[in-house]
Each structure stands twice: as structure tokens, then as C-alpha cells.
């Protein structure tokens, strides 16, 4: 039996349950996509739900306004995804009738659709033959076929995709993508791959000669680099003082009291912002190429001279209806914040 029937047997047995796998509705299997990207399936689950009952079609995705989009996507991190799907909506109604793309070729043009989603939707909704290749598909397919090129180089890239064109189910192209993908995430997984309960045991080129703890192969990384963010808290009648974060940096789009962004940690801030009185909460955040510590200090004296035509005052009740950061979040849900109005 060859690669492919072996695997769509396999899968035939151990699909996972998902909500979006007996669909093939392309609205629904693009957002899936693009959730699951970034993200764990457990931790992406209730957000994949809660975004479709939100936005049940491209056409209610398109009437929204970004706020409603990123206050859903709220937490999950990546947050131009959210951006990209509502202008995709809004390009699907307004230039191709409501109407979403129906081959691989019309999908690659949505914004925030590379060739990995654009695969995934053709396959699954129109039949097409193309091969989704992620990182669970590079590791499946380089420990398989013993690819000892970095999988992230140009050519370790086209090595695996050619791999994965030759390999492809031409009669259930949708399957076998996501049998590739259920393999990598259960089975073959990055640290301890399952080789003893796996069906490629006695055919997989890594199993052979030992190597699954060192293929997949991978280029350096780019640099992380740190970045110090100070925020400062203008609490003012029993509200605060929150700007929407500009384009051309990481959460756009989202809100955020005051920034004072340092070259390095602060002990104080107090030659930078006049009436800063204390440190209130940290919290650190690891994005792909960036580390960011976050400190946020509490502002209370009558000095308001920073706030600018872009801030607004926000009351404390109303906090929660504004998109924001994962730790913007649990700062206002924290007891230190609260204690702070009456
Ligand atoms: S035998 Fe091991 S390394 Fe090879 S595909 Fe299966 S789980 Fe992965």
C-alpha cells in the first residue's frame, strides 16, 4: 500500500472530531484555518465557535466594524488574522458579488491567504488537487522521507512540497491534507513522536536510522529582540485613558492606555511623565521576533498634559467592551486594578 492509502485509512479511523470537518463550506474552513494557524487546537476551539456564531457567513463578517472583530479575536494573539478576515469580507461583498472564491487561484487572493489556507480550502470544498504544506506537514514528510535539508530553506521548502504534490490522494485531495495534519499534531509530534503506534513504523526513513529526534531540520531563527513597555494608567473620575494603537507595529488596531516605550527596564519614569506615582503590575510577553515587558504605573496627580486628540477617557464599567492585549486584560481583571475605583 502506498503513502497516501495508508494514511486516508489511518484517518478514516482517527479523525479528530472537529466542528468545521464534516463542512465544506469555504467561509467556514477559512476561518478555521486562519484561527488554527498560530494556535492550538484546544486553545483555538472556543474561539473558532464563538467567531462563527458571531459572524455566521462572509456577509456578517463584512457589516462588522474592526472593534467587534478583534474584541472576538481578543487574546488569540496574531492580531492582523482578524484584521485581514474582515478585509476579505468586506473585498468578498463588495468585488465579487458575496460570492467566496471557488479554486485555489481566486482564494490566494484574499488578504491574509498564503498558499498553505489556499490549499487547505480548494482541497476540502472544490476537490482540488494541491498539497497544504504547515510545519506538521514538514515534520511528517521529512522524517518519512528523510529530507536532510532545513525545511525552512528555499529549498528545503520546494523539496517538501514536490514531496507532498507526488504523495497527494488525487481522489481525496481534502483528506489527505488533513490526515497529513492530524498525523503531525497526534502522532508524529516535534519532541516524542508515537513511531512504535504509528503506521509508517516499518517504512519511515527516520524510524530507520534513528533520527526522528533530529529531522525536521531548521534554519536559525531571526534575532528576538527586547522592547520595554511602560504604560501609564491616567486615572481620572473613576475612568482611564486608552488610545487605539496605531498601524505599523504589533496590536494594531487594539487599545491601550498611555505608552512609553525605553531602551531598557526604568526603575522610574518619573523624568518622562510628571505626575507618575507608582508601579501598579508587570507582565511579559514573547511574540515571534520580539519580547516584550510590559510595566504599567498608575498616574493620579492633575498634571494632564500627554492626552492627546488620540486618547479617550474610558469609564471603568465600560473597559470591557474595547478590544485589548491579553495582559491589558487580566490587568483590568486584576485586584490591584480594581482597587484602584471606587
Ligand atoms: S515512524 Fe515515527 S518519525 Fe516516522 S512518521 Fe511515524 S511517528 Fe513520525
Same mark, same amino acid.
Request: one cysteine or more.
Given at each position: ?65 474592526? =472593534?467587534?472583530? /478583534? ?6 494573539? @496574531? ?36 498558499? @498553505?489556507?489556499?490549499?487547505? $480550502? ?11 504544506? =504547515? ?8 522524517? @518519512? ?23 497527494? &490522494?488525487?481522489? +481525496?485531495?481534502?483528506? #489527505? ?37 533530529? /529531522?525536521? /531540520? ?6 528576538? +529582540? ?23 507595529? $504589533? ?26 506615582? @507608582? ?15 510590559? +510595566? ?21 464599567? =465600560?473597559?470591557?467592551? #474595547?478590544?485589548?492585549?491579553? &495582559?491589558?486584560?487580566? /490587568? ?8 484602584? #475605583?471606587?
Amino acid at each position: 500500500m502506498n503513502f497516501s492509502s495508508k494514511l486516508l485509512n489511518w484517518y478514516d479511523v482517527n479523525k479528530r472530531d472537529l466542528p468545521w470537518r464534516n463542512s465544506d463550506n469555504p467561509y467556514v474552513i477559512w476561518i478555521a484555518e486562519v484561527v488554527f494557524q498560530q494556535t492550538r487546537i484546544s486553545q483555538g476551539l472556543p474561539y473558532f465557535n464563538a467567531f462563527i456564531k458571531k459572524f455566521p457567513d462572509v456577509g456578517a463578517l463584512a457589516d462588522a466594524n474592526e =472593534d467587534e472583530v /478583534l474584541k472576538k479575536w481578543q487574546g488569540l494573539g @496574531y492580531y492582523s488574522r482578524a484584521r485581514n478576515l474582515l478585509f476579505s469580507a468586506k473585498y468578498v461583498m463588495n468585488e465579487l458579488g458575496g460570492k467566496m472564491p471557488a479554486s485555489y487561484q481566486e482564494m490566494i487572493k484574499l488578504k491574509g491567504v498564503g498558499p @498553505y489556507i489556499a490549499a487547505e $480550502v480548494a482541497s476540502v470544498c472544490f476537490g482540488e488537487v494541491v498539497a497544504a504544506v =504547515d510545519g506538521n506537514v514538514q515534520r511528517v514528510l521529512a522524517r @518519512y522521507f528523510g529530507v536532510e535539508e532545513a525545511v525552512n530553506s528555499t529549498k528545503g521548502m520546494k523539496i517538501i512540497q514536490g514531496l507532498a504534490n507526488e504523495a497527494i &490522494s488525487q481522489f +481525496r485531495p481534502g483528506d #489527505f491534507n488533513q490526515a497529513l495534519m492530524d498525523m503531525g499534531s497526534g502522532v508524529c509530534t516535534p519532541k516524542s513522536p508515537d513511531c512504535l503506534n504509528c503506521i509508517f513504523v516499518n517504512s519511515c526513513w527516520a524510524k530507520q536510522h534513528d533520527k526522528q529526534g533530529v /529531522l525536521p /531540520l531548521k534554519e536559525k531563527k531571526v534575532k528576538v +529582540r527586547n522592547r520595554y513597555f511602560n504604560y501609564v494608567l491616567k486615572i481620572v473620575n473613576n475612568g482611564v485613558y486608552l488610545r487605539k494603537r496605531p498601524a505599523g507595529d $504589533v496590536w494594531q488596531g487594539l487599545f491601550e492606555p498611555r505608552l512609553i516605550e525605553t531602551i531598557g527596564v526604568r526603575s522610574e519614569i518619573t523624568d518622562l511623565v510628571v505626575d507618575v506615582s @507608582y508601579e501598579l503590575y508587570s507582565a511579559k510577553r514573547v511574540l515571534s521576533h520580539q519580547r516584550l515587558f510590559l +510595566r504599567f504605573w498608575v498616574a493620579t496627580g492633575d498634571t494632564f498634559d500627554y492626552v492627546g486628540n488620540d486618547y479617550e477617557w474610558v469609564g471603568v464599567k =465600560d473597559l470591557k467592551k #474595547f478590544p485589548v492585549t491579553k &495582559s491589558i486584560e487580566q /490587568l483590568f481583571l486584576s485586584m490591584e486594578f480594581k482597587s484602584l #475605583f471606587k
